[in-house]
């Protein structure tokens, strides 16, 4: 069928339709539920922030997490996500990953420790739109030298992602901008893993690969929904599976940091849905 300017305008005056490359293209419905869902994670890991104190188990704050999600009408992503074959559901509400995991570790009995590096991330669902949003935290007072420079250049690597994002742009400039910012400080970036489309399903295409690859020829167009969620390492980018098939580790047992925004192509540029209400992006957060 010829698509004629006509039914170009038609399409986008529609809630939604889908492009060549099978990436979704959201109209003003998917923003609106996009910004709720982005609210309440950012809301979620706010209100987690106080409660990262050494001696808290990952699994109190996922309880507190689960609660506040459920309180709010929504539901936690990540519990019972994505078993199939020899790997079992996600059994727990978010993901906490601590020092040298790089993503994906599972909320368990044992205590933060002063000095420790911890990566929460959080999804929730909000009427159907899924709102994935993570930030690092430093455990106690007294972060080591490299864990600040880790945690700083990883926050800074998702920002210069972002800002790759506007319509015409290349999502190749993102992975580009992320790379040579990171390996400039000499760290290394996790290849394995890599953002996500995301809106009314919780990982879609197109894949966000947080370094340069001559195959990645997406376009933006506004409308378009994803992460963008550097794992950055301070020595090799290679990470290892540990048995439960979700902890991801470094394969040299290095630290490992990981910001991550859910956000739009705009007309004009980008759209951060997953902003903190309190103005918080990195720690220190006070
Ligand atoms: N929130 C993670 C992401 O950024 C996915 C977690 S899936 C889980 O895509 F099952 F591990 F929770
Ligand atoms: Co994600
Ligand atoms: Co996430």
Known sequence: MENTKKQREQKKMNALNINEEGITIHGKAGFEGMRKAGKLGAQTLDMITPHVQPGVTTDELDKLCFDFITKNGAIPAPLNYGGEGDRPPFPKSICTSINNVVCHGIPCDKKLMNGDVLNIDVTVIVDGWHGDTSRMFFVGNKPSVMAKRLVTTTYDCMMAGIEQVKPGGSLRDVGRAIQD???KARFGVVREFCGHGL???????????????PYT???????????????????????????????????????????EHSLAVTEDGFEI????????????YD
């Open 273 to 284: 849905f997953t902003l903190s209400p309190k103005g918080w992006t990195k720690p220190p």
């Open 181 to 183: 910012m990171a390996e």
């Open 217 to 259: 020829t997406t376009i933006f167009e506004p409308g378009m929904f994803f992460t963008i969620e550097p794992m950055i390492n301070v020595g090799t980018w290679k990470t290892k599976m540990l048995n439960d098939k979700w902890t991801a580790v470094t394969k040299d047992k290095k630290l490992s940091a990981q910001f």
């Open 199 to 213: 809106g009314q399903v919780f990982h879609a295409a197109p894949s966000v690969l947080h370094y340069d690859d």
